[in-house]
């Protein structure tokens, strides 16, 4: 929802509309949940969410609105603005991305960093990234260590899956991980459009 938000925004300055594009996709994206497992404040936060209305992008404050879900959704924004002089641009729309639906600072300041780290990992070759410089394009040590824990295994999997993808692609991914996933072409068409973007 978010790569798709920021591909149909394009280069257009009005980052009002940006955020209504990303609500009116966040919102799109939980009819397509059944069978999934989204967070609590995902759901609470998204269901608030009036992204066509005046104010209505401005959620009730939740103390509780933690989580890891708004992380999950940044990964791309930092493919979006990878440039140093995007910084600005990038934490603005990390952090009001993030806000949407986890509007407790724990809550959406860790997708502001998630956003700029992706930036940075774009920007400077020696960038010591425990997990990533750990596993390297070793698909199956990043998998072992960054999905198949006693943690918050599926979250950390989806986190450490989208930096290894932006970094070595499917290269030692196997096939079998790949071929039939759902939305498969939806995603690479994302990657293009964010690449394209990445580049004017």
Same mark, same amino acid.
């Given at each position: 929802?978010?790569?798709?938000?920021?591909?149909?925004?394009?280069?257009?300055?009005?980052?009002?509309?940006?955020?209504?594009?990303?609500?009116?996709?966040?919102?799109?994206?939980?009819?397509?949940?059944?069978? =999934?497992?989204?967070? &609590?404040?995902?759901?609470? !936060?998204?269901?608030?969410?009036?992204?066509? /209305?005046? %104010?209505? @992008?401005?959620?009730?404050?939740?103390?509780?609105?933690?989580?890891?879900?708004?992380?999950?959704?940044?990964?791309?924004?930092?493919?979006?603005?990878?440039?140093?002089?995007?910084?600005?641009?990038?934490?603005?729309?990390?952090?009001?991305?993030?806000?949407?639906?986890?509007?407790?600072?724990?809550?959406?300041?860790?997708?502001?960093?998630?956003?700029?780290?992706?930036?940075?990992?774009?920007?400077?070759?020696? =960038?010591?990234?425990? &997990?990533?410089?750990?596993? !390297?394009?070793?698909?199956?040590?990043?998998? /072992?260590? %960054?999905? @198949?824990?006693?943690?918050?295994?599926?979250?950390?999997?989806?986190?450490?899956?989208?930096?290894?993808?932006?970094?070595?692609?499917?290269?030692?991914?196997?096939?079998?991980?790949?071929?039939?996933?759902?939305?498969?072409?939806?995603?690479?068409?994302?990657?293009?459009?964010?690449?394209?973007?990445?580049?004017?």
């Amino acid at each position: 929802a978010t790569a798709e938000a920021l591909i149909q925004h394009g280069t257009r300055d009005d980052v009002g509309l940006l955020y209504v594009d990303l609500g009116t996709k966040y919102k799109e994206c939980m009819r397509d949940m059944k069978g =999934r497992a989204p967070g &609590l404040t995902c759901k609470v !936060g998204l269901s608030s969410l009036r992204p066509l /209305e005046k %104010g209505g @992008l401005n959620i009730p404050f939740n103390p509780r609105g933690v989580g890891c879900g708004a992380s999950m959704r940044a990964m791309c924004i930092g493919l979006r603005y990878p440039k140093e002089e995007d910084i600005g641009q990038l934490i603005a729309v990390a952090m009001e991305s993030g806000r949407m639906s986890h509007n407790h600072p724990t809550g959406y300041l860790g997708e502001q960093y998630l956003s700029v780290r992706g930036q940075w990992s774009l920007c400077f070759n020696d =960038r010591h990234d425990a &997990l990533l410089y750990c596993a !390297g394009s070793d698909w199956v040590k990043l998998c /072992e260590h %960054g999905a @198949l824990h006693g943690g918050d295994s599926d979250s950390t999997g989806v986190m450490a899956c989208c930096w290894f993808g932006a970094l070595y692609g499917f290269q030692g991914v196997p096939v079998c991980n790949y071929k039939d996933l759902e939305y498969k072409q939806r995603l690479m068409d994302c990657a293009d459009g964010l690449y394209a973007l990445s580049q004017i």
